[in-house]
């Protein structure tokens, strides 16, 4: 140990560099090789070590810094407990609250599930909220009334339907909107977004929160001195690509890049309002160049879950009146 430590000592401020130079460089490759298919135990041992690591600081930072909210939460949690167990006039209450819950906890998943994975996550509006919104609309056009639900959270959730969907409209009273020639009755659209915004909005919420890890991933590369390294991953994955797909990547990575100086709430909010497969480059550039957490967060929950879910509502709204009142153009 002496013996090197005295080696180095004698080496020149050149030699020295050039040592970390070749260190850094190794260092590097040996991150490059270091996946689930060259190394599988390596990468799961420093996976489970990380996550242990993280886990530990995040246990000391809450009781060092966030003492008071364990002790708020604790009893919070003892009553609500204390509700569950036992029986009373609250307990329609405690149900009616499980329910919200359930349903907050279901679009929100679905918003996250559909944005999540750099572009590669499911499709979740096309699987489930447009067809709901699509039978809502079908349905209020039939009864003509858009009073359709038992309660805010009567839509489709996981293993259950709505309550309104198999109903016969004569259960819900006669039509309130005029008939049109048909059988179907003409229900404006200022009537029907009130009953399906709700859902909307929470699955927005959930494709913001989805847009949260490649901004942290960037950011925490940035903070480590890697500053390129996430749009390092993107070339590479786009040259795997071949045709539109990549040079669509490759164009978009480099106007984000030469406009980067103009990336403040107004542009995060504009991107984050129209469909838009690549908003995860924004989310890196953003963490890249040093923006604010709240300021990529609010614009983008304020693109997706407000505006950029209303645009496709009405979407699914004004191509259902296309189709029911031209259906010989369908």
């Known amino acids: 140990m002496a013996s090197g430590e005295a080696a180095a000592a004698h080496r020149s401020p050149e030699e020295l560099e050039t040592l970390i130079s070749e260190l850094q460089k190794k260092h590097q490759m040996d991150l490059l090789n270091l996946t689930l298919t060259t190394q599988p135990f390596k990468t799961l041992q420093f996976f489970i070590f990380a996550t242990l690591q993280y886990l530990r600081r995040s246990l000391v930072y809450i009781l060092a810094k966030g003492g008071w909210i364990l002790v708020l939460f604790l009893p919070v949690f003892a009553v609500g407990l204390l509700l569950l167990s036992v029986d ?20 929100v998943a679905l918003g996250v599930a559909s944005s999540i994975g750099l572009g590669s996550g499911l499709h979740t509006f096309v699987l489930y909220l447009g067809p709901h919104i699509a039978f809502f609309t079908i349905k209020a056009m039939k009864c003509g ?21 198999e109903k016969d409209c004569s259960e819900f009273g006669p ?5 049109l020639p048909g059988s179907l009755v003409r229900v404006p659209l200022s009537s029907i977004l009130p009953q399906v915004q709700l859902e909307a909005i929470l699955w927005g919420l959930g494709t913001a929160l989805g847009e949260l890890p490649p901004y942290f991933i ?28 990549s040079f669509y990547l490759k164009k978009t990575k480099r106007w984000f890049l030469s406009h980067s100086q103009h990336l403040n709430f107004f542009t995060i909010l504009v991107l984050a309002s129209v469909p838009n497969p690549l908003f995860d480059l924004a989310g890196i550039m953003c963490g890249q160049f040093g923006i604010s957490f709240w ?8 693109g997706k879950a407000i505006i950029k879910a209303h645009i496709q509502d009405q979407d699914v709204f004004y191509y259902l009146n296309h189709l029911i009142t031209n259906p010989a153009e369908s």
């Not at 009373?88 to 679009?107: A, D, N, V």
């Not at 039509?175 to 008939?179: E, I, R, S």
């Not at 300021?295 to 304020?302: E, G, I, R, S, V």
């Open 88 to 107: 009373g006039p609250h307990e329609k209450h405690i149900q009616e609250l499980i329910h919200y819950t359930r349903f907050s906890l279901w679009w």
């Open 145 to 165: 009334r858009v009073d359709l639900k038992a309660a805010p959270y009567d839509t489709i959730q996981l293993k259950m339907s709505p309550s309104w969907l």
């Open 175 to 179: 039509p309130v909107y005029p008939a």
């Open 218 to 245: 960037a950011r925490a590369a940035r903070m480590s001195g890697n500053k390129v390294g996430a749009v390092e991953e993107l070339d590479a994955a786009s040259s795997k690509e071949d045709g539109f797909l």
């Open 295 to 302: 300021k990529f967060f609010l614009a983008t929950l304020t």
